[in-house]
Structures are given as structure tokens and as C-alpha cells.
């Protein structure tokens, strides 16, 4: 009987610690850790109005857009979210060119500076990747399979201003 009673107060014991353990886990990602994002990306290379747009975190989101410029006329678009979900994953939410959105949940973070997100049931992007390297360079990245192959494209980014058309007042 004095065994059993020392079996069951070691389980006891063993259950309060766990519980205790549960409620020192770390609080889930925040967007706070991409703040670093805010401001205007060009893409290097590309024709005037292709880039980024990231506003400042807020309210637990950071707000993006994208757009993609060619031959002078924009070719592709996107609006971005990237927030904390329901079950506390950090997300990248993306709606391309009218689309419905996609989420992307936040795979791995690498370094402070370079986050991962993925969906394996999406073909292509299944991952997309930022990559700051200083205050002015972004590498963001999509990856995936394009026709059943492995297929990557790059988008090397710099820092710029963001533009303001010039305010009108009414007479």
C-alpha cells in the first residue's frame, strides 16, 4: 500500500510539473519579428512600379502589396496580410491578382532576418522566403514545381522611397 501511495504521488508530482512547464512555453510568433519589411522594395532590375510595399506592424498585421510592371502596364498584383492565425501560426496570406488567398504558415525562421513560409499543397510557390541582408538589400524568393520540375524565381530587392502623389487643396 505505502508503494502504491508513492507511485501516485510521483505521478502527481510528475502532472503539476508538466503543467507547469506548459504555462512557461514561449508566446507564439508576432509580426513584430518582419517590422524590419516596412517601407518601399524596388526590384532590381525591373521597370519603374514593380516592388513591395509593407506597412508598419500594427494591430498584430503587417499589411503588403506587390505589383509587377512590363511594357509600362502592370501584369500582376498582389495583397498581402501577414498575421498571427487562429491557432496561434504565424501566417503569410496572399491574394494574387484578384484571386482567393492563399496562406502560407510560417515554416522556419533561419536567422532574425530570414523567414520561411510554406504550403506543400500549393504547387507553385510551395515556399516563399525573405531574406534581408542589410537595411537597403531584400532577397525575396518563391519556390516550387512549375510543370512537374523544381523551379525557383528570385526577386532581389532594394530599398527606395515611397512616393506620395502631391496633395491638391480644395479652393
Known sequence: MQRLITTLLAALMGMGAAQAAE??????????????????????????????????????????????????KTTAFEFVQIRLTEPGQLAYIVQPSGQPPVVFNLLRQDKPNEFIFANLDNDFPSRIIYRRDSERILHASITGSLKGKPATIDFPMTRGRCEAAPLTRAK
Not at 51 to 71: D, H, M, N, P, Y
Open 23 to 72: 504555462k512557461a512555453a514561449p508566446p507564439p510568433d508576432t509580426v513584430d519579428k518582419l517590422a524590419w519589411l516596412a517601407g518601399c522594395w524596388l526590384v532590381d532590375g525591373a521597370e519603374p512600379g514593380s516592388g513591395e510595399q509593407w506597412s508598419t506592424a500594427a494591430g498584430g498585421t503587417i499589411l503588403g502589396t506587390s505589383r509587377t510592371v512590363k511594357g509600362g
